[in-house]
Structures are given as structure tokens and as C-alpha cells.
């Protein structure tokens, strides 16, 4: 399974737009990248998934370049309650179930949201 | 939908003695996972089960840890006897088989375990 990089804390404002971008430059051609948000004293909670290029959905945007190594999840207008650890992950969910389905967790990147 | 369910929601038990986590997965859901975070670091895997098969316990102490999903439902993780380093929070998460891409897993709120 590809190694992830992405910063260990970010700060934002509210209302401000934030982008968070992921290493994985051993991206394997059938990997998936995904990302997690975990808020305190609760499991991480599913945000977005993508093979290429973007995808969107009701709570965030997910940019993939063409060569793969990289991802960025963009948040539109945060609030405070974006203030949550998020996590980028890179495995192959093409199967899901199988052993090469697990999901192999870093340290994420603890974004603090201000007023 | 009914989320993933965890119990207890806190534990907290002497170094030597045993605990057990209870988890009951998302109806439906083949493939069950226990994983365990501790303080300020991602959470790790440490098993994996699709219906009641162990597809991936690598990284599972099995001196101390085991677990168990006997029906292919929910499922116990054990540790017997205890130490220090095992206070962390335990996840239980659940997954379908050859779900469409676009999925990822359903966590439960874990069980948090303090180890004195």
C-alpha cells in the first residue's frame, strides 16, 4: 500500500476555503485515494473518494492530478465545527473486502477552524 | 441505517486484568474490522474478518489479543491480561464485499480504554 505525506496542522478562518494536500508518489494503478474526518471521541467518518481527476460531492472537492502522486481535498467556507483531524489514504478499493482493501492510516492533518 | 455499535463506550481496568469490546456492524456488511488508535496517532488495524473468516490479523498481539466473530455478525475483540500501552481507543469498523467505488468504511464511536 502507498505511503501518504500531508501536514501535521493546518489553521483556517472561517468562511475561508482549505486545501489539503496528500503525498503518495508510490501510487499503485489500482489504488484509490480516500479520506477520512475524525472528530474527538468519535471514529472517523468517510469523506470523498477518487481514482483522477475531481471528484465533488455536498461536503468537499477532491483534486488528483494526472500523474497521481498527489491529492487535494479543498473544503469550501469552513466553520467551526470543520475542526477535525483528516486523514488521506491510498489503497486499493477496488475489492472491497478483500485483503487488499485495508485501510492504512498516518497521523492526518489536524485542521483548527477560527472564528 | 443503523450505524456500527460499540460497547462499552469506556473502560477502565487495572494492568493484568482482562477486557472484551463488544461490536455489531452495519446490516449486512461482510467484512469487519478492529482497529486501535492511541492518543494523538491514526488508527492501526488489528484484524480484519470477512463473514467469520480472519482475513488479515498481522498485526495483532496474539499473546494478549483475540477475537472472535463466530456468526459472521458482530463481534468480541479480548485482551487478556492487559498492559500499560494497550490504553488507547478501539474502532470497529464494517464495510460491504464488491461495493461500488465511491464507499468507504462505517466507523463506530470505539470504545475508550484506560489501562492503570
Known amino acids: 500500500l502507498a505511503k501518504t505525506t500531508q501536514p501535521i496542522s493546518m489553521d483556517s478562518y472561517e468562511g475561508q476555503e482549505v486545501n489539503i494536500t496528500c503525498s503518495h508518489n508510490n501510487i499503485a494503478t489500482n489504488d484509490y485515494i480516500t479520506w477520512y474526518q475524525q472528530f474527538p471521541s468519535q471514529g472517523p467518518r468517510f469523506i470523498i473518494q477518487g481514482y483522477k481527476t475531481k471528484v465533488t460531492n455536498e461536503v468537499a472537492s477532491l483534486f488528483i492530478p494526472a500523474d497521481r502522486k498527489s491529492s487535494t481535498l479543498s473544503l469550501p467556507r469552513v466553520s467551526l465545527s470543520d475542526t477535525a483531524v483528516y486523514y488521506c489514504?491510498?489503497?486499493?478499493?477496488?475489492?472491497?473486502?478483500?485483503?487488499?482493501?485495508?485501510?492504512?492510516f498516518g497521523k492526518g492533518t489536524k485542521l483548527s477552524v477560527k472564528p | 441505517e443503523a450505524g456500527v455499535a460499540q460497547s462499552p463506550r469506556y473502560k477502565i481496568i487495572e494492568k493484568r486484568q482482562s477486557v472484551a469490546f463488544w461490536c455489531n456492524p452495519i446490516s449486512g456488511h461482510a467484512t469487519l474490522y478492529w482497529y486501535q488508535q492511541i492518543l494523538g496517532q491514526g488508527p492501526k488495524l488489528l484484524i480484519q474478518f470477512q463473514n467469520n473468516g480472519v482475513v488479515d490479523d498481522s498485526q495483532l498481539p496474539k499473546d494478549r489479543f483475540s477475537a472472535e466473530r463466530l456468526k459472521g455478525v458482530d463481534s468480541t475483540l479480548k485482551i487478556q491480561p492487559a498492559k500499560l500501552e494497550d490504553s488507547a481507543v478501539y474502532l470497529c469498523?464494517?464495510?460491504?464485499?464488491?461495493?461500488?467505488?465511491?464507499?468507504?468504511?462505517?466507523f463506530g464511536s470505539g470504545t475508550r480504554l484506560t489501562v492503570v
Open positions: 469498523a464494517s464495510s460491504l464485499v464488491g461495493q461500488g467505488k465511491g464507499y468507504g468504511y462505517t
Open positions: 489514504l491510498v489503497g486499493d478499493m477496488g475489492n472491497y473486502g478483500g485483503s487488499q482493501g485495508n485501510l492504512i
